[in-house]
């Protein structure tokens, strides 16, 4: 009995190994049969990289289909047939599938294809079918990751929210303004801006469109939420470079007595006064010589009441003039009652603040703020603004200086 006992139990041993063997020879057959998405979606960001659109098209169609239909990878489908200009095939590969109203991304990818097509009202109907706000809150945390059921690491860096809803406002502002409705479109413009203060080209806008008063630019600027959105030294920096943006003309320069300065003749007082004089003197006359013509004519050959006609231009001005001035306040006003933040705000109170780690001392990429501002000197938008600043200051000569240099 002790002789079968033992011979059973060494069966079983050699049945669980064998089973054991054969499960694992099983999975190392499975792992060598399997297909990593993730090395699609890199060559297909690599074309990318290197501007061959039609060969990133190629693979980000399979991974489309590998994926089945993740919204990560359709966006960057049709974000490959957006920078090869086909808009309509954009707009339609997000459409079709219903991603315009339930992923942020490729709500706003399918707007722009519409708006590049010059298809406005459309694009409108697609910004305005459902609310960006609702897409962002849905989404976790502060990037825009992709589908849950997608697992492995991220082939792209993803946006942030606030800068995403600001492109959205932005592009919602170019498609009014394309409409002729501005004061809407400044509106989407100043709350860009709320949305993620590096939105630049929402400024460009209010200030290169002639949007705003000279005062009102100032407005806007002391209402920006810098103070939420950037430490310290980017919000310095930030404020450098905005306020270089704005109107040059309407700001007091004091005259520089050098000899690089360009003459300009001084009128005398005294000489305005008379001239002024002469002016008023001289439409007088004619208002006296017109009533007395008026008056020494019979009634029969009263000269009739004229029409108010008015020519084109002349209306336009007794528009404006009737018409009372579109303050920046209201588009303040709104992007306050919306709850995006404003200038006066806490940063508790701000919904999308952009929190980022302190800079280290160590990191190869930080600059004190000193170099930073001498460095930032010679940059464009730096260098053009102080060549207005003297070429509106009539100082021509420096003005052609700064721009030789």
């Given at each position: 009995m002790m002789v079968l006992r033992r011979v059973e139990k060494v069966m079983r041993t050699d049945t669980a190994n064998s089973s054991t063997a054969a499960a694992g020879a099983g999975q190392s057959a499975d792992s060598s049969s399997l297909v990593d998405v993730d090395t699609y979606r890199r060559i297909m960001k690599s074309f990318m990289d290197m501007r061959r659109y039609q060969t990133a098209l190629f693979w980000a169609?399979?991974?489309?289909?590998?994926?089945?239909?993740?919204?990560?990878?359709?966006?960057?489908?049709?974000?490959?047939?957006?920078?090869?200009?086909?808009?309509?095939?954009?707009?339609?590969?997000?459409?079709?599938?219903?991603?315009?109203?339930?992923?942020?991304?490729?709500?706003?990818?399918?707007a722009e294809c519409?708006?590049?097509?010059?298809?406005?009202?459309?694009?409108?109907?697609?910004?305005?079918?459902?609310?960006?706000?609702?897409?962002?809150?849905?989404?976790?945390?502060?990037?825009?990751?992709?589908?849950?059921?997608?697992?492995?690491?991220?082939?792209?860096?993803?946006p942030n929210k606030c800068d995403v809803l600001a492109s959205i406002y932005f592009l919602k502002g170019k498609i009014l303004e394309a409409m002729d409705n501005r004061i809407l479109a400044m509106d989407c413009y100043v709350q860009a801006l709320h949305k993620s203060v590096y939105c630049s080209e929402a400024l460009d806008a209010l200030v290169q469109h002639e949007m705003l008063m000279a005062w009102e630019e100032k407005e806007l600027m002391q209402h920006i939420p810098m103070d939420q959105q950037c430490?310290?030294?980017?919000?310095?920096?930030?404020?450098?470079?905005?306020?270089?943006?704005?109107?040059?003309?309407?700001?007091?320069?004091?005259?520089?007595?050098?000899?690089?300065?360009?003459?300009?003749?001084s009128m005398s007082t005294n000489l305005l006064h008379e001239l002024t004089e002469k002016m008023k003197n001289s439409k007088n006359i004619e208002s006296n010589k017109a009533a007395a013509a008026a008056s020494s004519l019979p009634k029969c050959f009263t000269t009739p009441v004229p029409n108010k006609i008015m020519s084109p231009a002349n209306k336009i001005l007794d528009e404006i003039r009737n018409t009372p001035?579109?303050?920046?306040?209201?588009?303040?006003?709104?992007?306050?009652?919306?709850?995006?933040?404003?200038?006066?705000?806490?940063?508790?109170?701000?919904?999308?603040?952009?929190?980022?780690?302190?800079?280290?001392?160590?990191s190869p990429s930080a600059i004190a703020i000193g170099n930073c501002f001498d460095r930032l000197d010679g940059c464009v938008d730096l260098v053009v603004s102080k060549a207005e600043k003297f070429f509106y200051n009539c100082d021509y000569k420096k003005c052609m200086k700064v721009i030789d240099e």
């Amino acid at each position: 009995m002790m002789v079968l006992r033992r011979v059973e139990k060494v069966m079983r041993t050699d049945t669980a190994n064998s089973s054991t063997a054969a499960a694992g020879a099983g999975q190392s057959a499975d792992s060598s049969s399997l297909v990593d998405v993730d090395t699609y979606r890199r060559i297909m960001k690599s074309f990318m990289d290197m501007r061959r659109y039609q060969t990133a098209l190629f693979w980000a169609e399979k991974v489309t289909v590998m994926s089945n239909n993740d919204p990560r990878d359709v966006y960057w489908q049709a974000q490959c047939m957006f920078l090869l200009r086909e808009y309509h095939r954009a707009a339609y590969v997000i459409r079709s599938r219903g991603l315009d109203k339930r992923n942020l991304l490729c709500h706003y990818l399918a707007a722009e294809c519409l708006a590049e097509a010059k298809e406005y009202q459309e694009a409108l109907d697609v910004l305005n079918g459902v609310s960006c706000e609702t897409l962002a809150n849905n989404m976790a945390g502060p990037g825009l990751g992709r589908n849950e059921s997608v697992e492995g690491v991220a082939v792209f860096d993803e946006p942030n929210k606030c800068d995403v809803l600001a492109s959205i406002y932005f592009l919602k502002g170019k498609i009014l303004e394309a409409m002729d409705n501005r004061i809407l479109a400044m509106d989407c413009y100043v709350q860009a801006l709320h949305k993620s203060v590096y939105c630049s080209e929402a400024l460009d806008a209010l200030v290169q469109h002639e949007m705003l008063m000279a005062w009102e630019e100032k407005e806007l600027m002391q209402h920006i939420p810098m103070d939420q959105q950037c430490t310290e030294p980017e919000r310095k920096i930030l404020k450098v470079l905005y306020e270089s943006k704005l109107k040059k003309y309407y700001e007091s320069i004091a005259p520089q007595t050098n000899i690089e300065q360009t003459p300009v003749g001084s009128m005398s007082t005294n000489l305005l006064h008379e001239l002024t004089e002469k002016m008023k003197n001289s439409k007088n006359i004619e208002s006296n010589k017109a009533a007395a013509a008026a008056s020494s004519l019979p009634k029969c050959f009263t000269t009739p009441v004229p029409n108010k006609i008015m020519s084109p231009a002349n209306k336009i001005l007794d528009e404006i003039r009737n018409t009372p001035s579109y303050l920046i306040q209201s588009s303040l006003s709104r992007v306050s009652v919306l709850g995006s933040g404003g200038g006066t705000a806490s940063k508790q109170e701000t919904p999308y603040r952009i929190s980022r780690p302190p800079v280290s001392v160590q990191s190869p990429s930080a600059i004190a703020i000193g170099n930073c501002f001498d460095r930032l000197d010679g940059c464009v938008d730096l260098v053009v603004s102080k060549a207005e600043k003297f070429f509106y200051n009539c100082d021509y000569k420096k003005c052609m200086k700064v721009i030789d240099e």
